[in-house]
């Protein structure tokens, strides 16, 4: 960090999951800056709190303590239906297994968030408008084509395709991808992972990707790790630096 203030930011959260008798405590103090413009990801085992930790961060869940600011403001603190309103303008989300709903063409799948943002009024009004910016996702996602199919008549890849065009909807300003490429083969992975990157660089869409692929890391800025809940020092990916050391040799 460079003394900005980051985007999101998380200090000290936990989290403990009491089943029956036994209590898990899966987070013990999470500390995590994301900055804007950023591509994070987040790695760590299966059953670290990967999921956990997305699902606090975009306020779906609240954390037993600890704070969570997006720019400065908190936000795990605020009532129900302020955390609704937020989460769906502020936060984009998209999972391993796509969740699209089955009985709506990929359009109206797109469009879902919007309609749940919107009044009816509202709705009505900016529909022309929501359709369009509906319509240019899915030509940016490359699912022009399969515009009136339903998922089941899609692809793992062009489910996921449209998952993103759905998170983006209501023009987030984080999307949160939980093991976006976890249920699908290398190549549509590598498209996903490619897509993903390509709207993080040109459109300056802050992410956060949890997973525990450490192939994937490598096309993100930064990676952390969630060991015994807590997040361990970041490290720099090794990505290219444009260093100037050779000029003029
Ligand atoms: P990851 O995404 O890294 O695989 P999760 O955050 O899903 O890990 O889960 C971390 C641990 O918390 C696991 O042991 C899981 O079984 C447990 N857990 C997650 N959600 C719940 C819940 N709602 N109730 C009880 N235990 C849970
Ligand atoms: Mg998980």
Not at 39 to 53: A, R, W, Y
Not at 84 to 98: A, E, K, V
Not at 112 to 129: C, D, G
Not at 167 to 179: F, G, Q
Request: hydrophobic residues 40%; neutral net charge.
């Amino acid at each position: 960090m460079d003394g900005t203030m980051p985007l999101l930011s998380a200090l000290n959260l936990r989290k403990t999951y009491v089943k029956f008798a036994n209590r898990i405590e899966v987070l013990r103090g999470v500390d995590l800056d994301v900055a804007e413009g950023e591509f994070l990801s987040v790695i760590g085992n299966s059953g670290s709190g990967k999921s956990t930790m997305l699902h606090l961060l975009g306020t779906l869940d609240r954390p037993d303590d600890g704070c969570i600011h997006l720019e400065g403001r908190r936000i795990d603190n605020l009532s129900a239906k302020m955390r609704d309103q937020l989460r769906n303008r502020t936060f984009g989300f998209i999972f391993q297994f796509y969740h699209l709903l089955p009985e709506m063409n990929l359009l109206e799948n797109v469009l879902t968030p919007a309609l749940i943002t919107h009044s009816f009024w509202s709705w009505w009004q900016h529909r022309r408008e929501l359709k369009k910016q509906a319509l240019e996702l899915i030509d940016r996602v490359g699912l022009s084509h399969r515009l009136t199919h339903r998922p089941k008549e899609l692809s793992g890849g062009e489910m996921q395709r449209a998952a993103i065009a759905r998170a983006l909807i209501n023009r987030p300003r984080v999307l949160l991808a939980d093991e976006p490429t976890g249920n699908l083969d290398t190549a549509n992975g590598q498209h996903i992972m490619k897509l993903l990157r390509d709207l993080n660089q040109q459109e300056g869409l802050t992410i956060v990707m949890v997973t525990h692929n450490l192939d994937l890391v490598h096309d993100t800025d930064r990676m952390v790790k969630l060991t015994d809940g807590r997040v361990e020092a970041p490290e720099r990916n090794s990505i290219p630096t444009f260093a100037t050391a050779g000029i003029g040799t």
